[in-house]
Structure formats: C-alpha cells, structure tokens
C-alpha cells in the first residue's frame, strides 16, 4: 500500500514541526515555501530527508497531496488554498496535525489579548507543579515537533484565531477565552461576527468533561454564550462582579471557587499588576485548580511569576523618565490596558502596519493621560488624523532611533514614555520583537 502524501505550506516553526511528525507518522512529507527558508530549518529538513521546495509552491508537487497542513500566517483566500479546497483536498492546522497523535491533557488559551501572558502563567504553573509539561502553540517549540520528539502528558497551547480556523476535530480538555476584540478583521471580511466565530472553535468538540474558562465581563462573549449551548462545564471570571463559581474579587481578595475548592490571596501579591492582569491571573490560577493542582503551588506561580518581554515590560529609567516596552500591543484593545495601568504622564509612541483600527476606542484615556504622541511608521495619516484635534503635541518619526531621542526630549521628569504601537510591525521591523529590541538598544543608546 502506497504511502498517504503530507505537503506542508510554510517552513517556519510550525511547518517544520509538522513535516517532521508526518515522517514520524508514515507519511511521504513534502514542504513547500513561497519565501526564503531560513538556514536552520533547510539543515532540519535534510537531516530528516525531507524533500522541501523554496521561493514558489509548484501546484503539480502540492495538488496531489492527500492532506495539507498550512501556517497560519496563508489566509483561506490565497489561489492555491482555494485549489486545495476545491480539489477536495483536507486543508489542516499544525495544532489539528498534532492533536490527531497526541493523548495528552491539553489547556488551550485563545483572546484578542492577554493570552500570551495567561499561557506562560499556566504553563509556569504546571511546571512548578512537578507535571510533564511543553508549551506550544503561537510560542516555543511547535507542537508538532513536540508530539514527534517529547513524551509530555500535558499541554499548555496559545492558540490564535488563525490557528482555529485550521482545527476540526481537535478538542481542548480546558479551554481559555481571554477577550474577544476587534483584531485581524482584514481576514475575517471585516466581520465581527466572522472572528468571533473563530475564536469559539476553542471550545468545539468539547465533552461534559471538558472545562471552559472565560472572562465574564466581555460583552462580545456574553452575547455569544447567551446563542450557544456548551457541553463542557463553564467557568467564568470576572473583575466587575461575584460569581458562585469560578473566578472573582471580593474586595482586595481574588477569589477561586471550582467545584466547591475555594482559593484566595490578596491583588497586592499578585505578581503582575493592573486589571488586565487580575483577569490573566484568575484564569491561570482556575486552570490549576480544575487539574487540581496544590494550593500553595498555585499562590506562589501567582506571587512570582516574571511578566513577559515587550509586553508591559518596564524596561529603563534614564534620567527619572521609565521607558515601557510594549511593542507586542499590536491592536487598539492592547493599547488600553496598556494606557488604563499608567500611573504617570506618558510620551506615546504609536504606529506601523495598520490591520483596520480604530482609534476613537482610546480618545478618552489618550487625553486623561497622554502629553506627546510620537508617531512611528511609514504611513502615519492615520494616528495624524485621529488625534490632530485634541491639541496634544504629535511629531513623526521613520526610525526607532528618532522615536526614542523624540520622546525623550519631550519627556520631564516622573513621566514614562511608552512604546505600544495598536500596529503590525511589518513597515519598518522583521516582527514586534525586533521592534521592541530595538526600542530597548535606542533607549540604552541616549
């Protein structure tokens, strides 16, 4: 019997992971990227003597695949997707791959923000917890790879919308809604209702054994429970109100509440500060308590645990002014967190790749905290034109370097200037981690 036919678009982490599981798993596996493939992935595919191909998809070595596994980053629209589709052709996900090989638990957090935050909280606390533990997803090693070369019991997934768009028969034994904001709608036909959908692929295919953990004070999540009937038993958490189960703060005091095991620890332990934070914190710490997980490991993961790079991170103080890298806000909805924690005047620096934004979201806290906006990019109109009429202060910048010397000038002292562009990256930078690098070597450099 001839081998099943496995072709994988894309050799990034997850492309790679997953041709490296096919062959794993018997498949006659071939990879094909319409971009450079990057040295350290081509030697990974040729010591497992995967035939790849670069800069081009050749449709005859494609359209005869009996399953296709895609990076997320090719949308449903591209031609060759939409040959594969119509050619009958299974069009898959890396995690959907995965899944299929896998008998581990798995935790999976999805949200428009928060949910790389959540995901390291979680997974710092089934570590701390003594478990067999990868992390995988949006981050670290694929999960693909993991399945293939690990013997984990335990996964901890971040899981993007464009990743569920690829899921089918995946299930997730505990799953996690952060938030849903408006986010990537250029792929979603600028629909809400399209990228909301997506986002509640997390919780298909679960059982009544299953667990759903989600944030209680979204509007767009309460609309979309009060349309559904779940099968997994729902666990919300909420800032705003108490609950009986689940998560809530009473007074200074997060509280747990899963099945009748109460947790509770004071909001000035926790070690991540800001509302935000209180919310990826219950969801984290309810994760632990539905995998029963002990008390005490659960308050001190909590207590301790380190936030995550160009996230929030309080980066330097030069001269009494603290510089905040945040170059992982890559929407509007980041930005507020970002500017509802500031404590101080802020020097804003904004801009990139626009995926669709609204800025009218932020006018009221832009002008309750805002001195100076600088604006970083290419194309800035945008910013320009949102902000021109509240008299604060703009200038436009082209590099991080004259981003950083500009807001330095216009800072005084006890102010912050905060790196959090709403923006992609893709104008000026390779990614929002190259940006917030180099935020942080401009910052060392004044």
């Known amino acids: 019997m001839s081998k099943k036919r496995l072709v994988v678009l894309g050799a990034g982490e997850s492309g790679v992971g997953a041709a490296i599981l096919g062959v794993a798993k018997g498949f006659e596996t071939f990879v094909s990227d319409l971009g450079a493939i990057q040295p350290g992935y081509k030697t990974e595919l040729e010591e497992h003597n995967i035939p790849y191909e670069e800069l081009r998809h050749t449709p005859e070595l494609i359209l005869n695949a009996d399953l296709v596994v895609k990076s997320p980053g090719i949308p449903d629209k591209a031609p060759l997707v939409k040959s594969l589709v119509q050619a009958g052709i299974p069009v898959i996900s890396e995690i959907e791959l995965a899944g299929r090989y896998t008998n581990a638990t798995t935790i999976c957090i999805t949200g428009s923000n928060g949910k790389t935050t959540t995901t390291l909280m979680t997974y710092d606390l089934l570590k701390r917890a003594g478990l067999r533990v ?32 690829g899921m089918f028969e995946f299930r997730a034994n505990v799953a996690v809604l952060t938030n849903i904001t408006p986010d990537h709608l250029d792929r979603y036909d600028y629909q809400m209702q399209n990228y909301t959908d997506s986002k509640f692929r997390i919780v298909q295919n679960q059982t009544a054994d299953d667990f759903f953990i989600f944030n209680d004070d979204d509007p767009v999540i309460a609309a979309e429970l009060a349309k559904r009937t779940l099968k997994s038993k729902l666990l919300p958490f909420s800032i705003a109100h108490s609950l009986t189960e689940g998560g809530w703060v009473d007074g200074d005091q997060i509280v747990l509440n899963v099945s009748n095991n109460i947790f509770n620890m004071t909001i000035q332990e926790l070690a991540l500060q800001g509302k935000h934070n209180m919310n990826n914190s219950m969801a984290a710490g309810i994760s632990g308590m539905v995998l029963k997980l002990r008390k005490e490991s659960i308050r001190e993961c909590l207590s ?3 936030g995550v790079e160009h996230r929030l991170e309080r980066f330097m103080r030069v001269h009494e002014i603290e510089f905040i890298n945040d170059s992982k806000a890559t929407n509007v909805n980041s930005v507020w967190y970002a500017l509802e924690s500031m404590s101080t005047a802020v020097v804003w620096i904004v801009g990139g790749t626009d995926k669709g934004n609204d800025y009218s979201q932020l006018m009221d806290l832009v002008k309750e905290k805002v001195k100076a906006i600088v604006c970083l990019g290419v194309d ?20 991080m370097s004259e981003a950083v010397r500009s807001s330095y000038f216009l800072a005084s002292k006890g102010d912050s200037v905060l790196l959090s562009p709403a923006c992609a ?8 981690e190259d940006r917030g690098r180099q935020f942080k070597e401009a910052v060392r450099n004044l």
Do not use: C
Not at 140 to 149: D, H, L, T
């Open 425 to 432: 990256s893709f104008d000026l930078f390779k990614n929002y």
């Open 304 to 306: 301790d645990f380190q």
């Open 380 to 399: 800035n109109s945008k910013i320009v034109a949102a902000f021109k009429d509240t008299g604060i202060e703009m200038v436009d910048t082209k590099s």
């Open 134 to 165: 990868g992390l995988a997803g949006n981050i670290g090693k694929s999960f693909a790879r993991q399945v293939a070369e690990e013997d984990f019991e335990f996964y901890v997934l971040e899981i993007s919308s464009f990743q569920l768009d």
